[in-house]
Each structure stands twice: as C-alpha cells, then as structure tokens.
C-alpha cells in the first residue's frame, strides 16, 4: 500500500510539472456558483432575470493584480464577452413552472491568462408568484358623439373606478365622424411606462388594451337619396310643382305649362378633407308647355300671319338645401328655401315686336346636359354626387 501512495504521488507531481509548462492546469472559475434565477410578478406573468453573482469583480480580484489600468479593461471586456446567458421561458410564468438559466462561456480571448471559466445549466421551479386580479379599464368609460354627420365629433367620458390606477384614454380619430364609423379607444399609463408593467405594478392586469366603438346617435345631412324619406320627398315636389305654376301665371298671354314631369334627384354632397358642409338636392323636371306664338321670324312676317298653338319642352329644377336626418330617421329641411334655376331657356318659338323675332324663354335648361354641367360639373372637384334622373 505504501509503494502504491509513493506512485500516486509521484504521478500527481508529473502532472503538475505538466500544468506549470504547458497551461493544461489553469485554476477554473465557475461562473454558475453564484448566478441566480430571479422570478419576479404574478401568477401567470411572471418574469425570469438573472442574478449573475459576484464571480466578475471576484475574478478580477483574484487575477488582475499588478495589472496596469488599461491591462484591467481589457480583462473586464473579455471577462463579458466570454459569458453568454439564456433564460427560458422567461415571460408569462406560472407558479409550477420549470426555468432554466444556461450559461455558456467562450474561453478563446482568454487564453494569455492563468484560469478559464464554465458555465453550465441551473433550474427552478417557479413558486411564490400571488395571483394578479384582472379587470377591465373600460367597464366604466363612455365615448360621447356630438356634432352632425360627416363632421361628428368623438370624446372619451371617464369615470375610473379603480383610483389606485391611473389611466390615459385616446382616441384613434376623434372628428370627420359620421354614422357607422368606428373609433378605437387605446389605453396607456400616466407614468409613461408599458401599460402591462404599469398595472402588474399595482397588482392587477387589464383584460384588454384598447376597444372599438360604432358612432351612432349624430343628426346627420342626407348622404344618399335614400336616406331621404319619401313622405319628405313628396313634400319637395308638392312645392316645386305649386312653384313651377305660380310662375307660368305670369307667362305671356297664350302660352301655359301643361304638364310637369319629374326626372329623378341629383344629390350634391361634400367630398372628405373639403371644409364643406351640408349637402344640395336637385329635384329635376321636364316641364311641357303650349306655346301660342311663330315658328320663325319668316312665318310670322308672313301676310296675314297668325300666331299658331305650339308644344315646347324645357327642363328645370328646384334645389333644396341642407336636408338633415335626425336619429329617429326622420327628415328635417327648410320648405321655403327651395329655388328654381335663374338660367334662361329660349323657346323655339316667339313673337314679333318691332320687326324683330324674339322667342319666349323660361326658367330652365333647353337640355339635360346643360343642366348636368351647371349643377354638377362646375363642383365635381369639391364634391360628389348621385343622380337617378332618366329620361
């Protein structure tokens, strides 16, 4: 037994005499020993950090004496690029949770050195975490609408149960609203930090982060003809026809409007990003009239030449403005505003006064086109339009 412990011996100096000359023999720094997993939060949102102990500035301790203040900085850069650490998973822990800390070391820039580090794998298991209370930040908050469609406004109305937390609500857009829009309602923290961590912070989690409202409730201008109730619509064309017969009483003697006959409705209404409002509705008429008059200066210099009954047609309109919607569906508008178009159609027909033919005009257009670019095209780049008249 002694010769066998005279051999051990002597073979453990050998391999130190090896250590000395060739570097096999470095001391090793465990740079697990005194690392840590740190969880931290609530059940089901726990976050894993790592705790890297003190084997760095030990490490420095132990092997940076005599060393310059430059030879230090140099030691302290390659003591941190050599350590690598993984933590997995290390969000949304719950208490049960497995979690393992690896630690990977790279011992290349260190090799001028007398030690060498390792690393390796800790884990734990997750315990400790209280549970976190849920609840949600809009249960008493409300988004009032105001104003009318397409120009409604939007504004957040709070009243926060919970006083501990301190929420901010903003609105995704909050005017150019009109009915059907939907404005989204995003939340945040008044101390400027993540609104997760905010909350976790005060015990408690939001169930959500942001929430979606339909705009409703806004009077409304007409945005479609069918929009405009019928009964509304009667009343448009009770009044212009009432209108359109007034104003044939003061034609001249023999001529008369016979018949009145609607077309259809052009709508005018604002194009978005345009600082317009309120809309214009065109109710468009073919007018008949009979017509006691010449056909031509040549048939009325004629001898003996009589005035002959004659059929013309022209076509009109009466605009009605600013038709508002309210929330019952109903349709509120002005009447009276209504107006007849201040253009002149010339009849084909006339009468002769000083020698000199002259033709009876009315109040209107001598074609649909005419009508079209004077009411339509002349705003098209303001507006748009809708049109259901057919000939």
């Avoid at 933590?87 to 630690?103: A, F, K, M, W, Y």
């Amino acid at each position: 037994m002694k010769r066998n412990f005279k051999n051990i011996l002597v073979g453990l100096t050998a391999v130190c005499m090896c250590a000395g000359l060739t570097g096999c023999g470095k001391e090793t720094v465990d740079v697990s020993a005194d690392a840590d997993i740190l969880v931290s939060g609530y059940d089901g949102h726990g976050t894993a950090t790592v705790s890297k102990g003190n084997w760095l500035v030990n490490t420095e301790k132990n092997y940076g004496q005599g060393m310059s203040f430059t030879e230090l900085a140099l030691l302290e850069e390659a003591l941190y690029d050599a350590v690598k650490y993984r933590v997995s998973p290390s969000e949304n822990l719950s208490n049960g949770d497995e979690v393992v800390l690896t630690i990977d070391v790279d011992n290349s820039a260190l090799e001028s050195y007398d030690f060498k580090l390792s690393g390796g794998e800790k884990k734990i298991t997750v315990s400790g975490l209280d549970e976190v209370e849920s609840f949600d930040p809009f249960e008493n908050i409300a988004v009032n609408f105001s104003g009318m469609s397409p120009n409604g406004s939007a504004s957040v109305n709070t009243s926060d149960s919970n006083s501990d937390i301190k929420l901010i609500y903003t609105l995704d857009k909050s005017s150019g609203l009109k009915n059907g829009d939907e404005v989204t309602v995003n939340i945040s923290s008044s101390s400027g930090t993540a609104i997760e961590e905010y909350c976790m912070s005060k015990g408690k989690i939001p169930t959500l982060t942001e929430k979606t409202f339909t705009v409703e409730g806004l009077v409304s201008y007409a945005q479609t003809i069918s929009d405009i109730p019928e009964d509304a619509l009667n009343k448009m064309i009770s009044q212009a026809e009432d209108s359109f017969k007034s104003a044939s009483t003061s034609w001249a003697e023999g001529n008369s409007l016979q018949n009145t006959e609607l077309l259809g409705y052009y709508l005018v209404t604002p194009k978005e990003g345009f600082n317009l409002q309120g809309n214009q509705l065109y109710c468009v008429f073919k007018e008949t009239a009979e017509i006691t008059g010449f056909a031509s200066k040549e048939e009325a210099k004629e001898k003996d030449a009589q005035k002959k009954p004659y059929t013309d047609y022209y076509y009109t309109y009466y605009k009605y403005s600013d038709i508002v919607i309210l929330e019952d569906g109903t349709c509120s508008f002005d009447l009276s505003s209504g107006s007849m178009p201040s253009t002149t159609a010339n009849s084909k027909y006339g009468y002769l006064s000083w020698g000199d033919f002259y033709p009876y005009s009315f109040k209107g257009y001598n074609d649909l086109d005419s009508m079209f670019n004077d009411c339509i095209t002349s705003q098209i780049e303001k507006c748009n339009y809708e049109s259901t008249v057919k000939e």
